[in-house]
């Protein structure tokens, strides 16, 4: 899977390409569906996702904006299932938001003429949220590529959103949080700093910086840590703007490690 930065780093395809544009924050089922249809598309077709490193939110609602679900290395690493050829992940700037969104599909299409552009039921982007289904199905007409709108995904009746699920987490609900996930709530982080040692000596601190994430409520948790080599009970207490781990059996983990936290209960 490549990833790039840029739109004016795309080297021009020459195959036909099915793309995708979104947030996709947290990978619910419901984005699942979207990168499933890319695989199956994949056997003659370029896959290509055109996403974002911070919520538009941050730039057109700065103060009621969205926290995110995952980080965007979490992101990209669950892309990875889904033998996606190219990301295109992009700052979201006011730049970028007052752009139409023909303005912004004609840019890409330059570099990448996809063949097929699959989005979320609801799907809506550009300036004013012009590019909504009956002008990209007008626009696809004109530029010749196909326009697939795939249905929501539900469950116990629920639509599946990224809204439900930080809402979830808000309420401490991880099991909730899990199911609209479709996969088990964790965080994953790449370790390499040397861990701290706490006065008392039986335990480690690792400290998880908090950059615009959607966490549980301040306070105390029993969380799963797990590495490619070894997993792991220990306590995480919930801070404004970190999360710290506190580990006993640090000898049994490798640094530098790629880490999943795993929330199971709230403990106060």
């Keep these: 899977m ?3 930065n840029d739109i004016s780093s795309i080297e021009k395809y020459t195959t036909p390409t099915a793309m995708t544009i979104g947030m996709f924050d947290g990978i619910h089922p419901g984005h699942q569906k979207i990168f499933k249809f890319l695989q199956k598309k994949n056997a003659t077709n370029k896959s290509v996702v055109v996403t974002f490193e911070n919520h538009p939110s ?5 103060t009621s904006s969205r926290h995110l679900v995952y980080p965007t290395k979490q992101k990209l690493k669950l892309l990875e299932i889904y033998s996606i050829d190219l990301v295109i992940l992009l ?3 006011k730049d970028l938001a007052n752009q139409t969104f023909d303005y912004f599909l004609r840019s890409i299409y330059q570099k990448l003429p996809f063949s097929h552009l699959v989005l979320g039921h609801n799907s809506t982007f550009g300036k004013n949220k012009d590019g909504n289904k009956q002008n990209i199905e007008l626009f696809s007409k004109e ?4 326009s697939h709108y795939l249905s929501f995904e539900k469950y116990n009746n629920n639509i599946i959103s990224s809204s439900k699920i930080r809402k979830a987490l808000s309420n401490n609900d991880f099991p909730l949080a899990s199911s609209f996930l479709g996969r088990n709530y964790s965080l994953y982080f790449h370790y ?6 706490l006065k008392d000596n039986n335990y480690y ?4 910086p908090l950059d615009k994430l959607h966490l549980p409520k301040t306070g105390v948790y029993s969380v799963k840590i797990s590495t490619p080599q070894v997993t792991l009970q220990c306590l995480a207490k919930r801070k404004k703007d970190c999360l710290d781990l506190y580990i006993k059996d640090m000898g049994k983990l490798k640094l530098p490690c790629n880490i999943f936290i795993t929330f199971e209960k709230s403990l106060l």
């Design 192 to 197: 390499q700093e040397t861990p701290l040692i």
């Design 91 to 93: 700052k979201f700037t």
């Design 2 to 4: 490549k990833i790039i």
């Design 205 to 208: 601190l690792l400290r998880y």
């Design 58 to 62: 941050w730039i057109l609602k700065p």
């Design 143 to 146: 530029m010749n590529f196909e």
